[in-house]
């Protein structure tokens, strides 16, 4: 039976290209990068470049990224070393704002700081997954510290108008600045924009922005954190001091490489990859809408996005197939060789419904009928016609089958 993946949004095989340049440094090229002999310096000079390339690609300077073990630990590194500075010198507890529809690593993050006694604000969001402006400016306090914003939704696609939103917080910055009040920071997920959206932070205006590599057909377990010049935060990790002391730890030498050439490549390749990409998508989302009746569409509507004003990632498909729940959905494709997902990777180990779902206005119900579409390099238009192929008798199947429960 012929595998098909569509599962990019939850992770990427490695380029060949990628695994190319970190093969040296995983064997012949061991050395640490913290040693002066010459193994050492070797290891270090690579960790240099790696970062002198992504930070072109995110156009800052190098001394403003930090490495670190993936998205999650990005997020974290972001939101509790922005807290847990405040706090130090805070009268008043911390506030931090964050959208409804975050990955988890933001959402958990601010739970735990939550039980901190850490003042959390989660802004709502409209029935396409965009945040409003106004409702973020209502909801800063004297004490907000942080705001974090993901850039582009993992499960519904939507692309946030981070420039918009940066622009609101300058000038509310600016106020600030005269009431001496402290600076409010702006944090973007970044993990599944990079690759498929500009990562300019001069652009987006942001001071934190989180990336990965698992994303971007590179290493697992590798990323980093923009982290504006003159922006103040905490460690996460303590120890040895590497990454100017903000994250201790041997370097993970053949994944720095690994991430940099990673992001090289997509950068290289999105124009022409979004275009082809954009345009599966849209054959799959039209098909799918005349093959079965009653599905929708969640997220930003196709007819608005274009590569000039990008509004939903061009790899990305949600669908609620009213009355057939995506769980088993899953299963039945999977059965035939087709991996898809029910939205997160991180939280299918729990059954609750996506909270991304629920938060653009949908019930309990349709939320548990959301299923994701996530299309990559090897994604051909066949793959596609044999999922519109198979698809409407399972979801037949499974409607009767709940008509009768
Ligand atoms: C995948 C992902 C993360 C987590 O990244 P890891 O590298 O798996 O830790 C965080 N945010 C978003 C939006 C993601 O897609």
Known sequence: MKQIYLDYAATTYIDERVLKVMQPFLSRDFGNPSSIYNSGMNAKFAIDDARKSIAVSLNCKETEI????????????????????????????????????????????????????????????????????KALQKAIKPNTVLVSIIYANNEIGTIQLIPEISRTLRKVNEERFKAKLNKIYFHTDACQALGALSVDVQKLGVDLLSFNGSKVYGPKQTGGLFVRFGTKLNPLIYGGGQENGFRSGTENVAGVVGLAKAISIAN??????????????????????????????????????????????????????????????????????????????????????????????????????????????????????????????????????????
């Open 66 to 133: 930090i490495f670190t073990a993936g998205g999650t630990e990005s997020v974290n590194l972001a939101i509790f070393g922005v807290v847990r500075k405040a706090l130090l010198n805070a009268k008043r507890k911390p506030h931090i704002i964050c959208s409804a529809i975050e990955h988890h690593a933001v959402l958990e993050s601010f739970k735990a700081l939550e039980a901190e006694g850490v003042e959390t604000t989660c802004l709502p969001v409209n029935q396409q997954g965009f945040v409003d402006s």
């Open 268 to 405: 290289a390749e999105m124009t022409k990859e979004n275009k082809r990409l954009r345009s599966l998508r849209d054959y799959f989302i039209q098909s799918l809408e005349k093959k079965i009746e009653d599905v929708t569409l969640t997220g930003a509507s196709i007819k608005e996005d274009s590569e000039k004003y990008p509004k939903r990632l061009p790899n990305n498909i949600n669908f609620i197939i009213n009355g057939a729940e995506g769980e088993a959905l899953l299963l039945y494709l999977d059965a035939r060789g087709v991996e898809i997902s029910t939205g997160s990777a991180c939280a299918s180990t729990s059954l609750d419904p996506s909270h991304v779902i629920k938060a653009l206005g949908y019930n309990e119900s349709q939320a548990k009928s959301a299923i994701r579409v996530s299309l990559g390099r090897k994604t051909k238009k066949a793959d596609l016609a044999f999922l519109l192929k198979i698809i409407p008798g399972i979801v037949k199947e499974l409607r009767r089958v709940s008509q009768l429960s």
